[in-house]
C-alpha cells in the first residue's frame, strides 16, 4: 500500500473528482460518511460531541458530520473556529446544509473557547487537515491547547490538527493529542513515526473510493506493507519437495552468556521453513545448542566463549545469519572481518555485528556491493549512520546508507521501516507492545535468513520475514497480553502466523 504527501493526496482527490465526474462537496460527502460510521461503531449516542471546525475543507468535513451525526441521534455541538470569511466552499456548503436546530457556536477570541473540563464529553477536531501550510498558532494554538487540557477523548478527522503531514512540524507549532485519528484512503507518513504518538493515538483508514489508477500510477517512495502484499510473495510447498529445495541456513550467532541469543534465532529459523541448519557457536555453546534446538547442526568455534573463525567449508551455505548475543571481542571483529572480505553469501547482519561494523571504517568499506540485510534497532543504527535528529531524518539517513552500499536495512520499532537499495521505505503493519522485550529481535535474524535461504529475494525476505515476526506476536497477543509476552512465544506462535497467511491465500 502506498503512502502519499499531502501535495499527493490533494491530486488523488482533485483526479478522482474529474475521473468519476462528481463534485467535491460529493467527495467531502463520501468522506464524512466513511468517517460517521466508524465514529458510530465506536461512541454511542448520548453525551456531547463538540465538533470543532477549521476553515477549511476539514473543516468542511467536520460540518458535514455534525449533520450526519445529528441526523443520528447524536447530541452534537458544532464550533466555528476563527475567521471563517475566507472557508472554503465546500465549508460553506456544508454549513448551510446544517438544519435550522443545530447551531453552530463561532470561537473567534480565546474568551469563546468552551471550558470541556470534567464534562465526560467528546471532542471531533476538525481543524485542519492536510492543507495546513503553516505552523498552528494564535487562537487556533489556544483551542488546541485547551482540547489537550481539557481530559477529554479527542478523535481527528484524517489528521490531528497541527500535525505536518510529510515533513517535521515546527517546534513552535501547536499539535492536538488524539486519542483517535480516522484519516481517509491512506494512512500518512506523520503516523508511522514514534515521535507522533502522543499526537495521532490509534489510528485508522476509512476508504472513500479515490481513484485506484492514480493510486496505482503516482510515484512514491513510502509504503506500509499489507497482508495481501505479503501473501503475494509467500511460496507453497509442493508435494514432492525435499529439503534440499528449502536451502541450508549458517547462524553465527552466540557468545559466553548470550547463548540464548544463539537458541531463539535458530529455533525461529527452523519455524520459518528453513531446509538445513547449521549453527556455529563458541565451544561453550556447544551442549546448550545440542540439547535446546536438536533439528540443528551444531558446530564449534575454536574459542571457548567467542565467535573467533568461520567453518572452512562456509562456500556450502545459502545464506549466512549472524550478529546475535556475538559480542564485540577483538576476535569476534576479526571473523566478522573475514566474512565480509571472503564471503559473497546473502548475510543478515544483526545486533552486534552491526555494532562491530559501526565502529571501523575498515569494515564499513567491505560492505558495498553484496548481499547484505542489516537489522538494526534505532541505537545500533544510529552508531552505522551518526545522531539523528528526528524521524523524519531517520529515515532520509535510511534511505541514503542502503542506496550508499547498495544493501537493505530493516530498521526495527512499532512500525519497523525496510529500506532498500532504490531508496523505497516500507513499513510494517503488524506488531504489538509485547515484542519490546530482549529476544525478539534475534527471532527476526532467524526468520529472515531462514526466507533468504528458501530463495526469497532479499527484499521479500524482509518484508515477508517483518510482517510475520509482527504477526506471530498480535497471535500470541489475545492469550498473552503484551506484559508478560517473551520471545519464545513470538516463536511459538510463527506456526499460526504462516497458517494465517497460507490459510488465506486466494
Ligand atoms: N479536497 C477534497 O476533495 C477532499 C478533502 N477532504 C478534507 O479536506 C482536508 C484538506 O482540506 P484543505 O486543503 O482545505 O485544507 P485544511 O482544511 O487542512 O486547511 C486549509 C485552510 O487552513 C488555512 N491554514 C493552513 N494552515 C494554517 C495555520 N497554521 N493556521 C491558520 N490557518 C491555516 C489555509 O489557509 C486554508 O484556509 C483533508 O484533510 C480532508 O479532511 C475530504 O473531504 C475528502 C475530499
Ligand atoms: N512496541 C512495539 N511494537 C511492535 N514491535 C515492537 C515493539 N517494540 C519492539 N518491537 C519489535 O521487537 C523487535 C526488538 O528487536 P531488538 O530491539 O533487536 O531486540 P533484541 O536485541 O532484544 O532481540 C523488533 O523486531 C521490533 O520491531
Ligand atoms: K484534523
Redesign the pocket.
Known amino acids: 500500500m502506498k503512502i502519499l504527501t499531502a501535495a499527493q ?2 491530486e488523488a ?2 483526479y ?2 474529474q475521473e468519476e465526474g462528481i463534485s ?1 462537496a460529493e ?2 460527502e ?3 460518511k466513511a468517517f460517521t460510521g466508524w465514529f458510530e461503531n465506536k461512541f454511542q449516542p448520548g453525551g456531547e460531541v463538540h465538533i470543532f471546525c ?8 467536520g460540518l ?1 458530520v455534525a449533520r450526519l451525526l445529528h441526523e443520528r441521534n447524536y447530541n452534537v455541538q458544532p464550533y466555528l473556529v ?1 475567521d471563517i470569511s ?3 466552499d ?2 460553506e456548503t456544508n454549513l448551510e446544509r446544517l438544519p435550522q436546530d443545530l447551531q453552530t457556536i463561532h470561537v473567534e477570541q480565546e474568551a469563546a473557547i468552551p471550558n470541556l473540563i470534567g464534562k465526560g464529553s467528546c471532542v471531533i477536531d ?13 487562537l ?1 494554538a489556544k483551542v488546541l491547547e485547551a482540547l489537550n487540557s481539557s481530559g477529554v477523548t479527542v478523535t481527528s ?3 490531528p490538527s ?1 500535525l505536518y503531514t510529510d515533513s517535521q512540524t515546527p517546534e513552535d ?1 501547536a499539535i492536538v493529542r488524539a486519542q483517535y485519528t480516522v484519516s ?1 484512503e491512506l494512512p500518512k507518513l506523520a503516523f508511522l513515526l514514534p515521535q507522533h504518538e502522543p499526537f495521532v493515538g490509534e489510528w485508522h483508514v476509512v476508504s ?1 473510493g479515490l481513484s485506484q489508477q492514480f493510486i496505482s500510477e503516482v510515484n512514491t517512495n513510502y509504503f506500509c506493507t499489507k497482508q495481501e502484499d505479503v501473501q503475494r510473495l509467500l511460496k507453497l510447498r509442493k508435494k514432492f519437495s525435499h529439503k534440499g529445495l528449502y536451502g541450508h541456513a549458517l547462524l553465527l550467532c552466540g557468545g559466553y552468556g548470550k547463548m540464548g541469543a544463539a537458541v531463539l534465532a535458530a529455533r525461529a529459523c527452523l519455524r520459518s521453513g528453513v531446509g538445513l541448519l547449521t549453527v556455529q557457536v563458541p565451544q561453550a555453546g556447544y551442549p546448550i545448542l545440542q540439547t535446546a534446538v536438536p533439528e540443528a547442526m551444531t558446530l564449534t568455534d575454536r574459542n571457548r566463549k567467542h565467535l573467533s573463525e568461520l567453518p572452512q567449508d562456509i562456500q556450502k551455505y545459502d545464506v549466512i545469519g549472524t550478529g546475535p548475543g556475538i559480542g564485540t571481542e577483538r576476535v569476534t571483529k576479526t571473523a566478522i572481518g573475514q566474512l565480509l572480505a571472503t564471503s559473497s553469501h546473502p548475510t543478515v547482519i544483526d545486533a552486534d555485528a552491526i555494532n562491530l561494523i559501526a565502529a571501523s571504517d575498515k569494515l564499513k568499506a567491505q560492505l558495498y556491493k553484496k548481499k547484505l540485510i542489516f537489522t538494526p534497532h534505532p541505537k545500533e543504527f544510529e552508531r552505522l549512520v551518526g545522531k539523528v535528529k528526528n524521524d523524519y531524518d531517520r529515515l532520509q539517513h535510511l534511505r541514503e546508507f542502503c542506496m550508499e552500499y547498495g544493501c537493505y536495512v530493516v530498521l526495527k520499532g512499532s512500525h519497523t521501516a525496510v529500506g532498500t537499495p532504490e531508496g523505497k521505505v516500507y513499513f510494517n503493519t503488524t506488531g504489538n507492545s509485547g515484542m519490546a522485550t530482549g529476544g525478539t529481535g534475534d527471532v527476526l535474524t532467524g526468520i529472515i535468513t531462514a526466507l533468504v535461504g528458501q530463495q526469497y529475494t532479499l527484499e521479500e525476505a524482509c518484508l515477508l520475514g517483518v510482517y510475520v515476526h509482527g504477526l506471530a506476536a498480535d497471535l500470541a497477543f489475545p492469550s498473552l497480553g503484551d506484559i508478560a509476552m517473551t520471545a519464545s512465544d513470538v516463536i511459538d506462535h510463527l506456526p499460526k502466523a504462516f497458517l494465517h497467511l497460507t490459510q488465506l491465500m486466494p
Request: overall charge neutral; glycine content about 20%.
Open positions: 493526496t490533494r482527490d482533485a478522482t473528482i467535491s467527495l467531502m463520501r468522506a464524512a477549521g476553515p477549511g475543507n476539514n473543516g468542511g468535513d458535514a476563527g475566507k472557508a472554503s465546500d465549508f476538525a481543524l485542519f487537515g492536510t492543507g495546513l501550510n503553516r505552523p498552528v498558532t494564535g487556533y478527522i484524517d489528521i497541527g507549532g481517509f472513500i
